[in-house]
Each structure stands twice: as C-alpha cells, then as structure tokens.
C-alpha cells in the first residue's frame, strides 16, 4: 500500500491544477477533430496585427438598439397582421425592426403591400387570406416617434426604426428554402426564386443599391433535414466555396449571413460553415459579418434571436452604416449547436428562459503592444474563442486573449461568443495579421451546379416563350402579384 501513495498524491495534486485552471483550453487539427499538439507559447516572436471591428464604437456614448431583421406577418405566410405586428415589436423593446415578407416589399406599416395572392394561398393555415390590416399615418408616427402606447406597461426610451424595402428574396423555392433577406434596395416582388441560385437575389440587390444578407442556409446545404446528425461537422466546401464567392462578387452589398435563426434547429450547423466561408474571404479583404434573426411567424418567436446594432444614435442612416461595418452583436436564446472539435456552445439539456436577460457585451478594447484582446459584459458565465473553426479557449477568465498564448492556434481571425443562463451572443470577426507577412490569397472557384443550369432555363423561356405568353403574364399578375 505504501508504493501507491506517491501515485495518489500525483493524482490529488494534478486534479487540483485542473479545477484551478483558469480557462479550458483545447487545440484540434483543423478539419479532423484529432487533438494536435498544444505547442502555443509566448515570446515566440511574432507581432500579430488586430484589426478591431469594434474600433468605431464609443463605448461610453453610443447605444446598443434591440434589432429584428427578419420577420413575417400575413401580407405573406404569418399569422399577424401589420398592424399586431407592429405592436408586438414595440411591446418587446426593438428599436428597429426589418418586415420581411416572401417576395413582398414592405412599403412602409402605413401602406398596404403588392401581395403575392400564391404565397398567402399556400400558407392559408396561417393567413386565412385574411386583410391586410396596416397603420394609420397618425399611429405610423406614433411608433416611430415613441409616443404610442404598449400594451403591456413596458415604457418606451424611443421610437422604433421602420426599415424601408425590406423583403426575403427567392421567395417560394422548391425543395428547399433557399432565402436571402434583402433591405434599402428595389428589388425582388414578386419574383420566385430558383432552387439553390442565392447569386441571382444577391447581384439584384446589389445593383439596386440595396442591402442582402444570406438567410437560414443550413435549410439548402442539409437538404434530407436530419440536421442534428451533421452536427459539429465541417461542412461540403462546395458549400463554402459557393457562399464565399457570394460574398466575393457582392462585397458591401451581400453583408453577411445567419449563424443561428428561430430556435437552431435547422441552423446549428451554420457557424461551422460561416467559420469555413470566413477562411476563403478573409484572405481576398472581404468580412462576412455574423447575424441572428428570429424568423417569426407568430406570437411566441418574436424575442428568439436579434442583433444589437451599436449607433451613435438611432437613424436609419447609422443603422445601415452598422450592417455595413459589423459594428453589432447577434444574440439567440437556443442554441442547439456543437463546435468543429466537440464542444456545445450551451449546456445539455439548456433550457429557454425569456424573463432572464441575454448576454451582452459592453466593451471590446485591443492592445496592439501586447496583442491583446479584452472583452467586459453583463448576464454571462462563460465566455468562448474561436480561431479558423476551433475553440481555442474557453472558461470565465478568458475575457482577455492574449494571442501570444496561443500562437500556432491563431488563423487569420479569431471571434468569441459568451454564454449565460439567458442564452448566447456572437461577436463579429477580428482579422488577425503578423507583421511582416503577407496574408495568401485564397482562391475561391465559381460554382456551377443545378441552380446554374435552372436559371439559365427560365431566363431563355422568359425571353422566349413566357414573354409572350397571355397565361404566363395573367398568372405573373393574379397569383404572383407582379
């Protein structure tokens, strides 16, 4: 008995190192999910540039604005009308809210759409093709000057941002909801999209002078929806390379893409592809910025996910400059998600709690002289750091990343999210140089599959025969509303 002692010490002392530890860290082979040898030291020689996406933000006089980019009412396929809608919103504190019908512009609360009678149709479970029932100028500027009422005693700091032409594009594809969410730009009523073309909707939006983010993709990319058996998986780089090029051909007008939308379920694979898209377009100058959204349809979803855009004050033109230059956080109360090496972004077995406040974060500051990054927030118990797809760190005393620590860990960017009993919030990217060398470009091929072939098809029928057809043109104008 006595020749084990020594080993039983070893143990007590090596598991007291471990609870002590001031941040879990875990480093795997990119792409693998093997563990790679944890060779990240300080003092290795290297001068990592940071750039800031937060460097704008003046953390002490600019807000932070509850913000809903993504959400129906039944001008489309939702249960509410404009007008419930509006007040839905107002009553759960959003201070800008995107109305994004399917293939419907929204013209304002005020104003009744150009509706597309086949998609309400459709989702007649849900419209009863009932009226549209907008505001009246009168309440219109009741809400966007803060003077309306809530109705459930809450009190308003403001009024509420209408965000003008907000619309989801590709409006009715078959198969598989191949979505992009479009804002500011004139473009897309009425049209129906063609399975898996997002380069069509995102090049129109462009050249509208508009804005596009790319919706829920994970409901294209897993098209047999078994979602949950992919999880913590890298997904197809033809996937990678298709969006990459996206964002690549669209720079400031295609602004990023959901990460996590409504409750996860069929999202919870998209950070992984974001964190792969992330390496193709970081390298070539362009940062596809991560967004949440909820994605509503009814009542209960409203309050699921949504960003907090950072402003210096609440117009739509400092809006549109957020979304631009990813100054904003996106937060979601479910995450069902699993990191590339393993790790859940929430515990098992989370459970949604609304009364509980989200994690927010208050400040982000970078030293440059120390290659720094420190992060201060509310309502979180943990906060997690990624770096090309892999969690680098993770644990409470890791609000500040020293990047020295984890130098052959570091790709060409790193993002975190914290985490509470509230739910989750994403940061944006920071893309991460070493002084004195050049970042390689990455070459990011055109994708050509079945969406190529099938717009291209409707384009020459278009041109050829639908043009000139009376019972195309009447079907264009009753059932699609265009």
């Not at 907008?134 to 009741?142: C, F, I, V």
């Not at 598989?176 to 009425?190: E, P, S």
Request: glycine share 8%.
């Amino acid at each position: 008995m006595k020749r084990k002692t020594p080993k039983k010490i070893l143990c007590v002392f090596f598991s007291f190192l471990f609870l002590f530890s001031t941040c879990a860290v875990s480093s795997y082979a990119s792409g693998t999910g093997k563990a790679a040898a944890s060779t990240a030291v300080s003092g290795t020689g290297k001068d990592f540039i940071i750039t800031n996406p937060y460097a704008s933000v003046n953390w002490n006089t600019w807000k932070a604005y509850k913000t809903q980019l993504h959400c129906h009412t039944n001008a489309s396929d939702g249960y509410l009308t404009i007008k419930q809608f509006v007040q839905l919103n107002y009553d759960l504190g959003y201070d800008i809210v995107a109305l994004t019908d399917h293939g419907t512009l929204n013209l304002g609360w005020n104003k009744t759409p150009q509706l597309v009678p086949l998609i309400r149709l459709v989702k007649y479970e849900r419209t009863k093709l009932a009226p549209i029932v907008p505001l009246t100028d009168a309440e219109y500027n009741s809400y966007i000057n803060g003077t309306a009422a809530t109705t459930n005693g809450t009190v308003r700091q403001n009024g509420m941002l209408d965000v003008p032409l907000g619309i989801e594009l590709n409006a009715a594809t078959p198969v598989a909801d191949c979505h992009l969410t479009g804002y500011f730009g004139n473009y897309g009523q009425g049209k129906i999209g063609v399975f898996g073309d997002y380069e069509t909707p995102a090049a129109g939006e462009k050249a509208a002078g508009g804005l596009s983010m790319l919706a829920h993709v994970g409901e294209f990319v897993f098209l047999n929806k078994d979602w949950a058996a992919h999880a913590g998986q890298p997904v197809d780089n033809y996937y990678a390379d298709k969006f990459a090029r996206i964002f690549l051909d669209d720079a400031g007008s295609c602004v990023g893409m959901g990460v996590n939308s409504g409750d996860d379920s069929h999202t919870m694979n998209d950070r992984i592809l974001y964190d792969q898209i992330l390496q193709k377009t970081i390298p070539d100058g362009v940062v596809p910025w991560a967004y949440t959204f909820a994605d509503a349809h009814d009542w209960p979803d409203f309050s699921r996910a949504y960003t907090m855009q950072l402003m210096p004050e609440l117009t739509l033109s400092a809006f549109k400059t957020s979304m631009i230059n990813g100054t904003f956080f996106s937060v979601s109360k479910y995450s069902d998600g699993v990191e590339l090496n393993g790790m859940t972004e929430l515990p098992a077995g989370y459970v949604t709690d609304n009364s509980l406040k989200a994690p927010m974060v208050t400040s982000v500051s970078v030293n440059q002289d120390k290659d720094t990054i420190t992060i201060t927030g509310t309502d979180f118990n943990q906060i997690t750091w990624v770096s090309n797809g892999n969690v680098i760190a993770r644990g409470m005393n890791c609000t500040t990343l020293s990047l020295n620590d984890f130098t052959n860990q570091i790709g060409c960017y790193v993002r975190f999210y914290i985490t509470g009993p509230g739910g989750i919030c994403y940061s944006q990217p920071f893309v991460i140089n070493v002084k004195g060398v050049t970042m390689a470009p990455v070459t990011v091929p055109q994708t050509h599959d079945l969406s190529t072939f099938l717009r291209g098809l409707v384009t020459v029928l278009d041109k050829l025969v639908f043009q000139h057809s009376i019972i195309i043109k009447l079907f264009k104008k009753i059932a699609m509303g265009y």
